[in-house]
């Protein structure tokens, strides 16, 4: 199988659901597009994948995903270009991420021709789901799973990997007000907190649902070892501007790689700020907030590229950050890495892959 020629059997919708879909209203992740991309790994290879209407798949109840955990995907997203184009931000660093998460999680890897060639002509296929609407993209969510139905705990033979997709209106958040988390972890060193593990947000559910029952929108999680140095927000990166320098915790084992973090620090390297990629404390940061040289913190994130946050509980303290029509690192970045992803600017970095249509 080559990259330009493997063509995936393709079984149509009988009648498309698009007249379903209203542009200027979209909720997030309710609504699927017509098909999704599926394909199995039997007797130790991948066999031919296929593009299907977008429906159920019937489960064992012993399917072992579903006991142990091994389940991973991606996140990404496809925009409308103003000629009308389609562009992927990307992918194949998200197809380099999912194998790393594969790795990671004792599963075969997905070939490129599969991942690439399946992502193409599943948007190909359904390119009318990708709205024509300024701010708004399709969704895309590539996925694999172990599928054997034995309940022994040990690394499944079978898999599947799939890929649906929905259109996702624009992100209007308001800026968040976060609080450090001082008892619960999301990842440590030697962990699988750089993988894209379905079970690493489950244990993440708690921890933020109590901190919004204390009145913030999410938490700062901090290290497993002294819930001194700063990891990331949610299921955010996290950056800071202190003093002009856009400072943000190194990525390892315990930190998710995002794209949108790297993508964010390569443009704004060469804006000619400064960036430092290296452990931060939280008194560094609540240090920086009193002296009034913290002059932005924000998440990044695919979903929604750059949240703001406006606030940061720490030790019975909320500390105000200055306002987000003044952050000016932040602002021009996301500006500038919105006009890449759509299409507006040249892109120098080859970020941009384009869908033939
Ligand atoms: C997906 C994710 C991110 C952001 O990655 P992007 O590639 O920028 O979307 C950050 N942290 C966690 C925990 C994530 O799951």
Sequence with gaps: MSVDTLTIPTQRVAKSRISELDYNNIEFGKIFSDHMLVADFRDG????PEIVPYGNMPLSPATSALH??????????????????????RPYDNFKRLNISAQRMCMPEI????????????????AAWVPPTAGCALYLRPFMFATDDFIGVRPSSNYRFAV??????????????VAIEPNYVRSAEGGAGFAKAAGNYGAALLPARKMQERGYHQLIWTDACEHKYIEESGTMNVMFVIDNVLVTPAAGTTILDGITRKSVLQLARDMGIKVEERKVAVEEVITAQKAGKLQEAFGTGT??????????HYQDTDYELPPIESRRVSNNVAAALDRIKTGQDTDPYNWVHKISL
């Design 45 to 48: 290879a991948w066999q031919t």
């Design 68 to 89: 142990y955990g091994q389940s991973i995907f991606e996140g990404m997203k496809a925009y409308r270009s103003a000629e009308g184009e389609i562009l992927l931000f």
């Design 111 to 126: 070939p490129e021709e599969i991942f690439m060639q399946g992502l193409e002509q599943l948007i190909r296929l359904d």
């Design 164 to 177: 649906f997709t929905c259109p996702v209106g624009a992100y209007y958040g308001q800026p968040l007000n």
């Design 303 to 312: 979903a929604a590229t750059i949240a703001q946050i406006a606030s940061i």
